[in-house]
């Protein structure tokens, strides 16, 4: 009997793993015995099933490690934009700095989940890795803006790979009702990360500058790098030893489509906001046009691709469809608050880079807290529907807060926890819907397709919200700053955020202050309404068994 949306994925073996060193997804499964267990006692019987392995435990720190770094490498950069930005005169091109990256990450993902069955999964996790470490030290040695956007597509292109070969060896390991505490427990190392890159990079900007924020990432990198190659050493059966087999069987043509389509988006955006160019101009309607084409070509070559990076099959049934667009929305929105919430300290309460940092502790902590709360509960209820919904409304909660109460030291603390638990639980629990729907034979390519809407609506994320605030906040400075040099003052305002807290008292720095707070407020709300969209997708996940009974 194959697997299909309406049954679950995997069986109720009772034949025990003959060889614990080989992955879980290639043995049959052993009998779950903590069923009749008492729920005080589940935990502890939990953890010793899961972890009583040594060389599943290497495999899982080797894989964590890759997560670690590039969770803080992402709040680093999150906290640092508006320094490193400022320090090469270009804060109206600092979306790029997250934009390259995250377009990388979408257009690499959905290729990782392939080459991981085709290459195997420790050739498709060193190569992640090794292009996240070029594009690092890229990152470290850049002498401009330009080039320091294309190291971070480099780390990019390494960056979506580290996350999703994790998924797919830690799926290879763990029967899928052990997955969704797997997933939790992996986020802990990706909330800790985030937690860290902060704060870290603050401090080491405020000290050292803002080069050894990636520079000290590369000794870490390299031991990830050892760890993989040494330990990640099984084979699956789709590996191919035939590389004209293995170029024939990537969808190039699917990739590059993809590529165009979201260059041609975020290149609209940037027209439009960074360069102040009117929606008629050739350059904004030009490069929209290419991305409306684009994503017709893109969906026309994945309707007929042999081997798609979008299998459009999937997005027939219900459950892959709202997950994916769950992973897209709530992406958008949260790291759109990602890269929007340290400005607000910074440019409206005039903090230093490391203070706006420390705001991040609490979102990042609550990452951690949120996926592990939620792998616990899918894992020991075996549903995720309901705890989907309460993840969504938290989400939303979250930036109702952020876009009506941010004005006093509570609730610039404690209202982004919220926005952390609910992003967290509905990546979680998304993952484990979306692979407990779909046939088994499709788990890597469907991981992988699970980070394309991520990272997508990462990339879209970052540039939409970029683009509103650079429109709202130059019609605020228009607005409020006028007379003879009004616009050099209007064009450092925007372009080096940073000076805002230099400004002499006076006209100058309110309508600066003013003008930042006003466009702030209304990226918020802006994310506020797409969490409707992501509270509406989350109704239309269904159940389904994480075991056959």
Known sequence: MTSTESTPLLS????????????????????????????????????????????????????????????????????????????????NQSSWLASAYLLAISITAPLYGKLSDLLGRRIASLTSITLFL????????????????????????????????????ATDLFSLDQRALIQGLGNICYGLGASLGGPLGGWINDHYGWRFAFLTQVPILLIAWCLVSYFVDYRVATQVSNKADLLKRIDWLGSFTLMWTIVCLLLSLSFKNNLLCQWSDVRVFGTFVGFLLGLVAFIWIEARASEPILPLRLLKLRTPLCCLGLNFFSSIVFFAILYMFPLWFETVKLTTTTQAGLHLIPNSASLSIGSLLVGAGIRLTGKYKVITVISSVSLALGLLLLSTKLNTPIHEWADIILVGIGFSAISTAALVAIIASIPSKDMAVCTGLTYLFRYTGQVVGVAASAALLQSIVTGELERRIVGPGSAEIIRRIRHESSIVKNLPDGLY???????????????????????????????????????RP
Not at 59 to 83: Q, R, Y
């Open 12 to 91: 109720n073996p009772s034949i025990p793993n003959p060889d614990p060193q080989l992955p879980y997804s290639v043995l049959p499964s052993s009998q779950d015995t903590l069923t009749n267990q008492l729920p005080s006692n589940r935990f502890v019987a939990l953890a010793n099933k899961l972890f009583r392995n040594k060389k599943r435990i290497t495999i899982l720190i080797a894989i964590w490690t890759g997560v670690f770094l590039g969770a803080l490498d992402a709040t680093i950069v999150a906290t640092l934009m508006s320094a490193i930005s400022s320090g090469f005169s270009a804060s």
């Open 134 to 169: 070029i594009g690092t030290i890229g990152c470290g040695i850049s002498r401009s803006i330009n080039q320091l956007i294309l190291s971070r597509f480099i780390a990019g292109c390494g960056g979506g790979g580290i996350m999703t070969t994790s998924s797919i060896i």
């Open 509 to 547: 720095k309110t309508a600066a202050i003013a003008s930042y707070k006003v466009a702030l407020r209304d990226v918020f709300r802006f994310n506020l309404f797409l969490t409707l969209v992501v509270v509406a997708l989350s109704f239309g996940v269904r159940d389904f068994p994480l075991v």
